[in-house]
């Protein structure tokens, strides 16, 4: 756990203690004092140094529930043993009961409410503010990397995928209800050898190759959308990779984050298998509560955290991330005393690894950071606590098989499920426990309150393949919150172009019945790509739509016929300056239809599409 040697107030959460924290002390200490800015700390840096950043063993007083931190930890629950009830304690009318849903056994043991601890650590203070929570927007993004174990740590896991698919051709296909097997506690290893105190330079850090830890996690502004496994992006992209001169006001403390960043980059492989080393040696009760096998996901924490850090000056975009990162975590299990062991082991890799620039202020500065970010998640996870549920059971009610690898899946939730057209939410079957996959919302919210998604198997897609070749009607999946801010805006009645590319037409279609539930009379026009014609799974529910509503325009672009890709089809057509824009496909189509649609004199700032970091990690 953290320990720092001077009065930082921990992280707290806002919200009155609501059956999260047990009441305890440490990281719910109520605030005490305004924070301090980084850069009025950093006067007395050596005060502050955190001389005791070095883990010191575990809180021994109360059970910790243990979870993970991230999207990486794929969920909370041992096997397909879930706790059944959810906002345990929190009094709230919204808080949920499920019940005992077929396909997800024995309820399994609650999170408990955990201790707090009393050697919480003391952390300084968040940078930015946090502001009351505000509705879902993006939803934790990363790409996946290439994850190579390196030599001095053993791999945190070894899972089914080292890229940005999952490979399960490699691997026997688990059967009905079979868990993964588990993957070995990595063994213990050395401790992180003490920080040097290598006087730190104090010069802005060097972005002239893009971070590693940037791709696909970076927080952006603006309108985002979903994917068949990836969560929000929006345009424009992440600042670090395009804005080499935006770190030019930076704040002391993002100025040393950066170092630190550029001086790991080169070993971001290394940082990540040893972060998780760290992180399951040094707390193997969190281990069991990640996949039993880890794919390439796995560095999604780290990644967003570092990216996070990155971003710590730019409070607009970063706490909104945050916030819908620490409520997608709830549906894990996460819990407020479980970000003292993540932030440890952050530490723990970082200082490893950027030996050379790491020094005490460059600590502190990772310290305040972390706390930060920390604080906001907690927050904003405590907030929607009080609203809403952690996760959701649906049952399976049709399984419809479109294509040999595409699937129409109706489920209905145990509990009402609001969400937005546009929207995607996280999902997890019964036969891959903790690990969740993204799907599009492929209808308007129904007054019956199905839910329906198109899923395509995709190769080395474990979930994808379950749920297009195993689902059936009765079985029981989990669904994460809705997220995403791909939704039409019925303030104006701008026209709206959308560009659906394969599974990607699923919320494009999602779109249309939304502006025609509000009886709107605005343009659509929506181009529909597949590869060939019998990949276009759904042209018969879009042209019933067509038919339906006058406004609508549906045009088929398939690829062998057309000889082109269906960016290229938008530039026949037009003008679309008055156009909103919405893309939602594979990654290639996005990258081309952004420009494609910027070539046709629409501002990027009205063009809303799925993180493209995020869609070349998705197809599982
Ligand atoms: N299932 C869902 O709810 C959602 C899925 N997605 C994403 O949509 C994708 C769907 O995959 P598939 O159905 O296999 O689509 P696909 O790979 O067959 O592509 C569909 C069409 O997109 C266009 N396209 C593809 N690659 C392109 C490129 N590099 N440049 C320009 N145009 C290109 C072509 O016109 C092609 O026919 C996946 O990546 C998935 O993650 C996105 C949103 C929602």
Sequence with gaps: MFEARHTMDAPTTTSADNGTSDGGGGWFTPRKKPMPTPGSERETADGRRLAAMRPVGRTTTGTDPEAPLDEVAQGATPQVMEPHTQAQGT???????????????????????????????????????????????????????????????PPAAQGPSTTTQERPTTQRAPLPNEVPPAQPAPTPTAPPPPAHRVPAQRTAAEHTEPSLFAAGTAPAAGPASNADLPAPHAEPPAPHADQPTAHE????????????MTTVAPVADKVTSYFYALLFVRHPDLRPLFPAAMDAQRDRLLKALLTAAEHIDNADVLVPYLQNLGRGHRKYGTRPEHYPAVGECLIGALSRYAESVWDGET????????????????????ADELRAPAWWYAEVVSHDLRTPDVAVITIRPDQPYPFLAGQYTSLETPWWPRIWRHYSFASAPRSDGLLSFHVKAVPAGWV????????????????GPPAGSMTVDHSTDSGLLCLGGGTGIAPI?????????????????????????????????????????????VRAIID??????????????????????????????????VDALRDAGIPSERIRHDSVEELVAAGS
């Design 560 to 593: 062998q016929q057309a000889h082109l890709q269906l960016p290229d089809a938008i530039r026949a057509y037009g003008p679309w300056n008055e156009y909103d824009a919405y893309l939602s496909g594979p990654p290639g189509m996005i990258r081309s239809g």
């Design 249 to 260: 006001d930076a704040s002391p403390d993002a100025v040393l984050i950066r170092r630190t």
């Design 91 to 153: 009094g709230s009318p919204t808080s949920a009961t499920h019940p005992e849903p077929r396909g997800y056994g024995a309820p399994g043991p609650q999170p408990a409410a955990a201790d707090a601890g009393t050697d919480r650590e003391r952390i300084t203070a968040p940078a930015i503010s946090t502001p009351a929570p505000a509705p879902a927007r993006t939803e934790a993004p990363s790409a996946a990397q290439h994850v190579t174990a390196p030599a001095e740590a």
């Design 464 to 479: 994808s393949n379950a749920l297009v070749h195993r689902a059936r009607s009765g079985d029981v999946v989990r669904l």
């Design 509 to 553: 279609k999602a779109l249309v019945e939304d502006v025609a539930e509000h009886g709107e009379r605005r343009p659509v026009e929506v181009f529909y790509g597949a590869r060939t014609d019998h990949d276009l799974y759904d042209i018969d529910t879009m042209l019933r739509l067509q038919q339906t509503h006058p406004w609508l325009s």
């Design 363 to 382: 600590e502190a500065a990772w310290v305040r950071a972390y706390t930060t970010i920390s604080q906001v998640m907690i927050d904003a996870a405590a």
